[in-house]
């Protein structure tokens, strides 16, 4: 029933058209990857969730769940400078930060992935939908510079879900549904990967798709 709210919020934002196109495509989206992956076909775009590690993805870019000074942190941000090596912090002081809900990108050095895009979630601090809007920005704005970028893939992990405490089933629902709202919009991207740390997230994320569809349609 929380994803059946949440996906009325939805409807009241983008109108009943898009809401409609995004039911028809999640309603038959679900397909099991024998090696563990599941797709999430969106037009000529595909979803991917998987469970792993962020700094191993060979998409062109990858995304870092930063804070807004962008000058490292823990979890995902502390992994992500570890690999792609000093050369990344260097490039992030010249960049003065990053909002709260905003994306800025970056070279990615040793990194498999040559971009690293930067994006700053919210702190969770009880359901709120101002933070619920953030969390959509900070995935829509990352897709936004990659399209500027004309980059084609892109691997996200679970903003905002570690340090910044965001439940895992709300963020999954939000995530899903920017990204796949994303690209109804925007074919060009051809590739979205959720890279989940942990079975848990990978779990939420898998469950997240399902909540979206109201019973009945
Ligand atoms: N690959 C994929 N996912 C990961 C990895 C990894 N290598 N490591 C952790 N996760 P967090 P936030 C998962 O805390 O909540 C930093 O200090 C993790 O299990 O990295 O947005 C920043 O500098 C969780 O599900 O990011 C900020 O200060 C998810 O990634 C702050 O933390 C996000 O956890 C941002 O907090």
Redesign the pocket.
């Known amino acids: 029933m929380i994803f059946h709210e949440h996906y009325t919020g939805i409807n009241e934002k983008h109108g009943p058209t898009e809401v409609t196109e995004a039911r028809k495509s999640l309603d038959k989206i679900l397909e099991w990857q024998g090696d563990g992956i599941v797709e999430i076909k969106i037009g000529s775009s595909v979803v991917e969730l998987t469970q792993?590690?962020?700094?191993q993805q060979d998409t062109e870019a990858i995304v870092n769940?930063?804070?807004r000074?962008l000058l490292?942190?823990?979890?995902?941000?502390?992994?992500?400078h570890r690999a792609a090596g000093p050369e990344l912090l260097a490039e992030c002081r010249t960049l003065g930060g990053c909002d709260t809900g905003d994306a800025v990108v970056t070279r990615g050095y040793r990194l498999k992935a040559k971009y690293v895009i930067h994006t700053?979630?919210p702190?969770y601090r009880g359901p709120d939908p101002s933070t619920e809007r953030l969390l959509e920005s900070a995935y829509r704005r990352s897709l936004e510079v990659a399209l500027a970028k004309e980059i084609r893939s892109v691997a996200f992990?679970?903003?905002?879900?570690?340090?910044?405490?965001?439940p895992?089933g709300e963020a999954a629902s939000v995530a899903l549904h920017t990204v796949v709202d994303f690209l109804q919009a925007h074919p060009e991207i051809k590739l979205v990967r959720f890279?989940?740390?942990?079975q848990r997230?990978l779990e939420a994320f898998e469950k997240a798709p399902e909540g979206l569809i109201p019973a009945g349609s």
């Open positions: 792993g590690d962020i700094t769940a930063a804070n000074t490292g942190g823990g979890g995902v941000d502390g992994a992500i700053v979630g702190v992990p679970a903003i905002s879900t570690g340090a910044y405490g965001y895992l890279v989940l740390f942990d997230a």
